[in-house]
């Protein structure tokens, strides 16, 4: 039996990299600075994910990044790092931090992160002098907490939700408050050829639930006209304090590490060095959730050797680390510096002035109503960990490797592994082990070259002492 189908662009709520939308972009280039949009959500332990309205996914994961002008030419092991890092945190749009409860988040937590707020108008925004600026500025002064949800020149092909990745069409003003309707506002002007074209974009809108608000230059001002109406209609709710706090504090430490990430890339952090000193402006969020995160990062950066987390990382006014190796070992005396700030702001909102040390990186929230978009790998590289032994050790429950002891703490060692001659660590950096048949190897081994921590209780059994000549070449005192 043949069925007549309407073919239709899939949205899904989880696009993956190769589901992209076409992502959310301003229309002018942001003056002192390379930005994005992108998406970098956490969700609080407790709370399940808001699948009635994917517009609130979307605002509590989408953010702003802006970082200097420069761009360093970064060694592949840097590139692979960022890429694995930037995906364990855009594993999804809200991945959860905990477990998940019967707690469901509301647009109240949407409208308490971004409250109203004196903003400065960022110089990249270009609007018509005539009407488009004044009418901005009725709305924002009169309507200051819809304001945060207005989005002047909003790509269309991103808010009507077209599967091109093209952004060639602007909507005038983007209206979607929390739990209200979306609607494009538009200042007609005399574009009577026109006629055929906004009729198009205008069923687009439609079939994707925007509602087209037209009106001509003066009425788009006028108090009870349908354009400040259309503004005034969305009322806030008022939302729980220690609710919001939660949000902000989760997504803030979520997006503090992202503006890590951010800063190795942009060449701010130095790979390897022996400290990071990073200010934080606007703070680091939920301490716990960070300090788990900053640990999955560095467990990559030692499961892949690329080399990249310091040996502590300081945070300006601290006393102690925000987070440090489990180690004393550092091969590196070099220190580098960055500012990432963390702050919620509208799309509209000026960004900080660099401080002329091009050190600072800008993580900004914004309540997009579209997917913002995931970041593109900066390595397509793929790697295999001990590719030498992987078919060997198939089907086993987990693996045993030799490993020497450099170091002993009350409740962790640290420790060389040691792997076959055949591995890619040999490859990379490894030492030969001279007395591989005194140690009961099965066969001519390398030594790697990273130092890794693990738990006293996880050590098997003692096997046998290096000889002196081993001793001194990967030196240990004894």
Not at 240 to 248: G, I, N
Not at 252 to 266: D, L, Q, T
Not at 269 to 289: C, E, I, N, Q
Not at 464 to 478: N, V
Request: with cysteine.
């Amino acid at each position: 039996m043949a069925v007549e189908t309407t073919k239709r662009d899939w949205q899904p709520v989880f696009p993956g990299w190769a589901l992209e939308p076409a992502g959310w972009r301003d229309r002018n280039r942001r003056p002192g600075w390379i930005s994005r949009y992108t998406t970098v959500g956490a969700m609080p332990a407790g709370y399940r994910f808001p699948s009635h309205d994917p517009r609130l996914a979307y605002g509590l994961a989408s953010v702003l990044i802006a970082r200097p002008l420069h761009q360093p030419e970064l060694g592949s092991d840097t590139k692979f790092w960022v890429t694995i890092a930037r995906r364990l945190l855009q594993r999804g749009t809200l991945p959860p931090i905990g477990g998940t409860g019967a707690a469901e988040v509301t647009e109240a937590v949407l409208w308490a992160l971004f409250p109203p707020k004196d903003h400065e108008v960022d110089p990249a925004l270009d609007l018509h002098p005539t009407f488009e600026v004044p009418f901005f500025r009725v709305a924002t002064e009169s309507h200051s907490a819809q304001a945060q949800f207005l989005f002047p020149q909003a790509p269309l092909e991103a808010a009507g939700g077209s599967s091109s990745r093209q952004t060639t069409r602007w909507i005038d003003f983007l209206l979607s408050c929390p739990g209200g309707a979306t609607a494009a506002l538009k200042i007609d002007g005399d574009h009577r050829s026109r006629l055929a074209e906004d009729a198009q974009r205008d069923s687009a809108l439609a079939d994707n639930g925007i509602v087209v608000c037209r009106a001509d230059g003066p009425s788009s001002l006028a108090p009870g006209g349908d354009l400040l109406s259309a503004v005034a209609s969305c009322q806030p709710e008022p939302c729980d304090a220690d609710e919001a706090r939660t949000w902000r504090e989760t997504l803030r430490a979520a997006r503090f590490v992202y503006g890590i990430i951010e800063a190795v890339a942009a060449g701010l952090l130095t790979p390897g060095a022996a400290a990071w000193h990073v200010a934080a402006p606007y703070g680091v969020g939920d301490r716990d959730f960070l300090g788990s995160v900053l640990e999955a990062i560095a467990a990559l950066d030692v499961l892949w050797t690329t080399g990249v987390m310091p040996t502590e990382i300081r945070l300006d006014g601290d006393t102690t680390p925000l987070w440090s190796r489990p180690s004393s070992l550092s091969e590196s005396s070099r220190e580098s510096t960055a500012s990432i700030s963390v702050d919620f702001a509208p799309t509209w909102a000026s960004l900080p002035r660099p401080n002329g040390t091009n050190t600072e990186v800008v993580i900004r929230g914004v309540p997009l109503p579209s997917h913002a978009r995931w970041d593109s790998p900066l390595s397509l590289e793929r790697r295999a960990l001990a590719a030498d032994s992987g078919e060997r050790d198939a089907g086993r429950q987990s693996k045993r490797r030799p490993a020497i002891i450099v170091e002993i703490d009350t409740d962790s060692a640290a420790v060389l592994a040691i792997h076959g001659t055949g591995s890619a660590v040999a490859h990379g950096g490894g030492r030969r082990l001279a007395s591989w048949r005194t140690l009961k190897l099965r066969k001519p081994s390398v030594v790697s070259p990273r130092t890794v921590w693990v738990p006293l209780r996880t050590l098997g059994p003692f096997i046998s002492e290096l000889d002196h000549d081993d001793r001194q070449r990967f030196g240990i005192g004894r």
